[in-house]
């Protein structure tokens, strides 16, 4: 998939045209002026200190007042300020090359900071060896979601882009359950969702109830194989399949999916769940170390995400642009990238941002450009 933007990302703009606040004005219509310069300096300064300990992205704001200034600039945004998630949802989304259907992914993240649980639901569209984060869910709990949760962020999907849109939705163990499965059936969104070895599974041929694992006892190592016929599992239709794969420690284990659709590709569409924990990692240890946030309040964790939402996108488009038509990124000799190209693109923003006299170099701020 080629990414194709309406202006010469290397063409020479002029500083108005070129700064990202002149570019989220263009996007984000709803939000007012006063409150789109601080988003724009917060993402900026988001990839050049990247962490979101405020002091630190205070000292990276590029105006002319000093530190403790933007601190309270920061502080008050968040303590007050009214931000419409969807309507950075909506951004992402108009980032993505148009498709009449996306490839969905969900999962939590959480981190424990004192004796507050973050704890966070997200959808991602799966794109170019990430997930895209879309729409999230602050959880004031510890563990597992929920079905009202996961039907919640799902119907605001709907809302937003509709369910037809829906190419599958990937997930992990934790997604099953009667109701959720009869959600996603009713409404016809398919699915690949791994399930646990220890499953039920009805064949409504016989009437028989047997282990999954029973029915694939013959599988060897790297084998895929899809039962052809209908199965109930926590008592919804469904297709089962599964391989054998290693283990964390090695080992072999089974890996059971059950799909809505035929599953003859549900083992390699399986696989890229994992993009959301590449886009997770980003988020945290490998990018802006969310993790540093002391917020508590859900509301005002929920802001930083969308900014860091924002940042991320911006990083991994530049990313993309500037491996494939600038600098292609060093290949080592195991035969991976020296780097992601998130990090290539986040390293290349910040030299950008910190060394004012490349910054005609590539147009970066078109990247968050939807025209």
């Not at 010469?8 to 002029?14: C, D, F, G, I, R």
């Not at 709907?158 to 190419?167: A, K, R, S």
Request: with cysteine; hydrophobic share 40%.
């Amino acid at each position: 998939m080629i990414l194709s933007y309406s202006k010469n990302p290397t063409s020479k703009a002029s500083h108005e045209d070129t700064t990202l606040f002149s570019v989220l004005k263009e996007e984000l219509t709803c939000i007012n002026v006063a409150r789109l310069k601080l988003m724009s300096l917060f993402i900026c300064a988001l990839c050049k200190v990247q962490t979101v300990n405020y002091e630190r992205l205070a000292l990276g704001f590029d105006t002319k007042v000093e530190k403790n200034s933007n601190l309270r600039r920061i502080q008050r945004f968040f303590a007050s300020y009214i931000l419409d998630h969807d309507l950075i949802a909506k951004l992402v989304f108009r980032l993505l090359p148009k498709q009449e259907k996306y490839e969905l992914t969900m999962d939590r993240t959480n981190w424990k900071f004192g004796e507050s649980n973050i704890n966070i639901l997200v959808i991602g569209i799966v794109y170019q060896g990430v997930a895209f984060p879309l729409l999230f869910k602050m959880m004031d709990k510890f563990g597992n979601s929920n079905t009202e949760e996961r039907k919640e962020i799902l119907d605001r999907y709907d809302n937003l882009f509709g369910f037809q849109t829906i190419d599958v939705l990937v997930a992990d163990r934790e997604f099953v359950g009667y109701e959720w499965l009869n959600y996603l059936n009713i409404n016809k969104i398919p699915y690949h969702i791994r399930i646990r070895e220890n499953f039920d599974v009805l064949l409504p041929r016989n009437k028989h109830i047997v282990k999954a694992s029973w029915l694939f006892k013959d599988l060897k190592m790297g084998q895929f194989k899809h039962y052809s016929r209908i199965v109930y599992i926590n008592k919804v239709a469904c297709y089962l399949s599964a391989s054998v794969i290693k283990s964390k420690t090695g080992q072999p284990e089974y890996q059971f999916l059950i799909s809505f659709n035929n599953p003859k590709d549900a083992n390699q569409c399986y696989k890229r769940r994992w993009q959301i924990e590449t886009m997770f990692k980003a988020l945290k240890s490998s990018g802006f170390n969310l993790e540093d946030t002391h917020l508590r309040d859900p509301d005002r964790i929920a802001k930083l995400i969308s900014m860091v939402f924002i940042a991320f996108v911006w990083c991994y488009k530049v990313g993309i642009y500037i491996d494939a038509k600038v600098k292609p990124i060093t290949i080592k000799k195991h035969g991976y990238k020296a780097k992601s190209l998130f990090k290539y693109g986040l390293e290349y923003i910040a030299n950008i941002l910190l060394n004012p006299q490349n910054q005609l170099v590539v147009n970066i701020y078109q990247f968050l450009s939807c025209s």
